[in-house]
């Protein structure tokens, strides 16, 4: 069975050689059986994915996708009021379920974007994005070696293709995430229920 992007392809063949009202029915035809929106004019390369046949996703007429990227259910990938432009995709980016990549913006190749992420400036190659706004939380080096800091010297080498962790800082205290811990009354000799 034809999927989103298959009929997608469709449309700008049909658009490509000029048959008038076949693109916007297929683009039509793709809203009704997979409640996504691929604008005609988008652009995805070879071997691109779109999970769940397209379900629920919105791409922005003007976004061009690289080749083998995957993309989750219901992403958005779109433009902003204040952004003229539309996110471009590299090659073999992973975009994780429900994230939103936002306005002229570029994701770098072999980038990862969390589930429900929310993407508003560029993504680095070989990083890793989660949050809203999104934040890098990993980045794979796939150069010889790099200097990464430390707590001794300043600098440490990492072999090749490693990957590394990059910490999040927090201004104050007050902006830090906070532990939830567990809740419920306490179990043990103090207090709480015993079980026993």
């Not at 063949?13 to 793709?30: E, Q, Y």
């Not at 691109?48 to 922005?60: M, N, Q, R, T």
């Not at 440490?156 to 205290?173: K, L, M, N, Q, Y």
Request: one cysteine or more.
């Amino acid at each position: 069975m034809l999927d989103a992007l298959e009929i997608h392809r469709l449309a700008q063949l049909a658009r490509r050689n000029g048959i008038p009202f076949v693109p916007r029915l297929l683009r039509k035809f793709i809203q009704i059986t997979a409640s996504a929106y691929l604008g005609t004019e988008a652009s995805f390369g070879p071997d691109c994915e779109l999970a769940y046949g397209g379900l629920g996703i919105v791409v922005h007429p003007k976004s061009r996708i690289g080749a083998r990227v995957r993309i989750g259910p219901h992403v958005t990938i779109g433009g902003r009021s204040n952004s003229k432009g539309a996110p471009i995709i590299e090659d073999d980016v992973q975009i994780g379920a429900g994230a939103c990549l936002l306005g002229d913006i570029r994701i770098g190749k072999a980038a990862q974007i969390g589930a429900n992420a929310v993407v508003i400036h560029d993504v680095p190659a070989n990083t890793a994005v989660v949050g809203v706004p999104a934040i890098p939380i990993h980045h794979r080096d796939t150069s010889s070696t790099m200097a990464m800091p430390t707590k001794g010297d300043g600098s440490a080498s990492v072999e090749r293709g490693r990957a590394r962790h990059i910490p999040i800082h927090f201004e104050d205290e007050e902006s830090a995430p906070k532990s939830q811990g567990r809740r419920g009354p306490r179990s043990g000799p103090k207090g709480g229920r015993d079980l026993s």
